[in-house]
């Protein structure tokens, strides 16, 4: 089946740093990649939208200056956390849609950040 | 904005009883699908359903999409506390598009 591999999987970093998310599809080509935050014990919120090759869309209330979302290629998307603060700590989930098979969508292992 | 209302946000039960999570919207969506969350992780499709009036069984679990695709529910029978985790209905929409999730349901299983 299809599957996102999401790395790391746990990161603490100080406040102030950057942090780097990446995720790749490994054996579907990945036009469509979302990004979730996720708070404990409560849902996954859509962060954006990527496409590979263009600009990523963003939910009302998110920072596109802070979670940089880079598509460069069909297998790889990464999200930026920049100048991280202890409030950006959470739960980052990253999700392909796989068009033209019955997957529908598959989801990254995710990230648990911790902004120390 | 289409909105899926999950219910309960959480519940807490003893192994060997039975339980119902509900999923409602005022939106008809394409399919809707059931995940499965452990702590740590990303969530797990449980199962998809398309047609208005399915009904789909994964051994204890049983779900069923209402005929007018607005609403699902997921049944299990004999709860075990392997069951516990947090479960997550999402409406599906046509095109490329995100996924629209519940608040989604904690569920405890207690030995």
């Known amino acids: 089946g299809a599957v996102v591999s999401q790395h790391p999987s746990r990161v603490i970093c100080k406040s102030g740093t950057s942090v780097k998310i990446e995720c790749r599809s490994l054996d579907f080509q990945a036009t469509t990649m979302f990004w979730y935050r996720q708070f404990p014990k409560q849902s996954l919120m859509l962060m954006a939208t990527?496409?590979?090759?263009?600009?990523?869309?963003?939910e009302q209330g998110v920072e596109k200056d802070k979670f940089l979302i880079n598509h460069a290629s069909l297998t790889l998307s990464t999200l930026t956390v920049t100048s991280a603060h202890p409030e950006d700590s959470s739960f980052y989930i990253c999700s392909a849609s796989v068009s033209g098979t019955n997957y529908g969508y598959t989801f990254g292992s995710g990230t648990r950040l911790t902004v120390v | 904005t289409q909105l899926l209302e999950q219910s309960p946000q959480f519940l807490s039960i003893q192994e060997g009883e039975n339980l119902t999570v509900y999923c409602n919207s005022s939106s008809v969506f394409s399919s809707l699908q059931w995940y499965r969350q452990e702590p740590g992780e990303g969530p797990v499709l449980l199962v998809t359903?398309?047609?208005?009036?399915e009904v789909k069984k994964l051994k204890r679990l049983t779900f069923q999409f209402g005929d007018a695709r607005k609403d699902s529910s997921l049944h299990i029978t004999a709860a075990q506390p392997g069951d516990t985790g947090l479960y997550l209905c999402?409406?599906?929409?046509?095109?490329?598009?995100?996924?629209?999730f519940g608040k989604g349901t904690r569920l405890s299983v207690i030995a």
């Open positions: 990527s496409n590979e090759g263009s600009k990523a869309t963003y």
């Open positions: 999402a409406g599906v929409r046509p095109g490329n598009t995100p996924l629209v």
């Open positions: 359903v398309v047609t208005g009036g």
